[in-house]
């Protein structure tokens, strides 16, 4: 251990630690750029510069290590290091770095999408200079179009090459390069290898200034107008962490949150725009039922009404042959396939389950980030909470179906839907029109996957909280409230849960025998097993 003293505060640090490392890890701002803690270190943007005792320079604290820049020294007789990171001297080089970064930089912060959240913005105003010297006329280059719907500009980019480094390091892949000499120095492709991998939209992350940005969201919101829901992709069993930004319930964009136990830094391009899938015109947004085989809107009371007039209606005729199927899957949360497990015990169902979900790539990148095979968000949640569901291929004729959705790329097979269509009353619980729709006799609407709260296990056991955006008033009903309350009206009597972190109480207790609170979830998230 080394004992350092920065800005006049004592720190003990581990040998070998970076001046940067402790600073952050002590509370102290250093402004940096090409520094990124995914990343091999460059040194190159000089902004981290800080004023070390018995070093004559300025030195970058993203490279310099403690105990190795000055072995064997006691300053005052006690410190192996003394850091200034607010000298005047660390001032002049912060102001002249960032004059120099900003020569040729265009003052298009009014339309840059960088705005409000661009470190070039944020240090210039904190430590830059209020004018430039650079009289001369700045070099002006055209966009380029980089591929995987990443778009480059030139002009705003101060050459950090953290975008270079990912692709040589986390993806793998390499499609980025430094060409051109001096002040045409600018980050390239080759003609013929364009932009291209999985994790393709991480570069846009990478960036701390506007020169990579997604055409998906480009000029479509300003950043300070997002809302923010802190969340868990749900595209493939990873559960990659995630921040929504959507404004009205409108999804703009997603990027990666971290967490070092599943997804560190980064999230693959089709969790990134996944959400476009929904964006189509088959919502379902009132509840249905059939009348003269036409499917007509009516109120939630109505269609409540409806399912329990012709539930016993059925039944009557059905007398001894009848029977109640329901179809679990893993694109529901844990809360929801639990209520559902209390509606299937309660009228004595059979369960099926929607299997076909492997239908991806096992792939891993250099760093270990991993994209799963399993193309559902909680197979292993199912796998707890339905330890006796068949495969919904061997569905059998039931009086009763009751039906929730899948997700957009997935569907029954038609041999499913056919044997689906010989039940005399199909409950559907959908959020989108789909082939169930076709003859369903019954549809409540349901929140999709970005619209619910609830919990959700991944491949590798980590049971995480996914926050729904906004509060959408259009539903009257979660979906696990729609369960219970099927319960309650075809058997008349139901778990009472008043809110979701009930639900999950009990079901982290009864199925997966954990003690833990829904709002506990919202930072860590717990692993079940200590994980497969
Ligand atoms: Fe240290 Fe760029 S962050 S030189």
Redesign the pocket.
Known sequence: MALILMDGKEIQIENGATV?SAAYRNGIEIP????HPAMK?????????VEIDGMPKLQ????TKIGEALPNRKIDGKYDMVIQTQSEKVKKARKTTLEFLLLNHPLDCPVCDQAGECFLQDYTYEYGSSHSRFIEEKLVRPKEDFGSGIQHDPNRCIM?TRCIRFTREVSGTKELHKIERGNHNKIGIFEDKPLDNPLAGNVTDVCPVGAMLPKDSLHKERVWNYDVAETVCGVCARGCNTNVSYRENQIFRITPRRNMDINDWWMCDRGRYFHHEFETKNRIETPKCRQNSELISVSWEGVFNFVREDFARVRKEQKDNFSVGIVASPFLTNEELFTLSDLAHSLDATVYRFVDTKIGEKQEFPQGFKISDDFSPNSAGLDKIFTNADDVANLKKHSVLFVPSLVAGFEFSDSTVEQMKKAKLVIAIQDEKSAISDFANAILPAQNFYEKTGSIVNEDGWIQRMNPIGQSEKFRYNNWEIFLKLQNLLVGKSAQFSSVSEVFSNVIREKFGLEATFFGLKKEAIQMNGGK
């Open positions: 940067l940096h750029y090409c520094f270190i460059v040194g190159s943007c000089r902004m981290c510069l970058t604290s993203c490279s950090c």
